[in-house]
């Protein structure tokens, strides 16, 4: 039988780190880590300076037709972070 103030080691990190207001930063550096992954290897070499704040994106590109192509596919590139992340973390992608 669990008493009432146990919980799963998982779900106590979670917690405080939202008591520290750490969460935010946690996604930043899971989305970084996830960008290869979830972008592929060419789009990955093309972009930069990616940053998480306040559910924005912001994503620095080097290439000009690159950033026109991804502001066209937003949504899915929001949905598949999202996805990977287990949580709606990303709510807007802003490109520079």
Do not use: C
């Not at 592929?40 to 192509?69: E, V």
């Not at 990977?84 to 992608?93: A, K």
């Amino acid at each position: 039988m669990r008493r009432q103030n146990e919980q799963p080691i998982g779900e106590a990190i979670k917690e405080l780190f939202k008591q520290f207001h750490l969460d935010g930063r946690v996604h930043e550096v899971q989305i970084k880590e996830l960008w290869l992954k979830v972008m592929g290897k060419t789009i990955a070499h093309y972009t930069s300076n990616i940053q998480l704040r306040n559910g924005r994106l912001s994503i620095t590109l080097n290439s000009a037709p690159l950033k026109q192509d991804m502001q066209f596919n937003k949504d899915k590139i929001m949905e598949r972070l999202n996805e990977e992340l287990g949580e709606i973390v990303v709510r807007e992608i802003i490109l520079k």
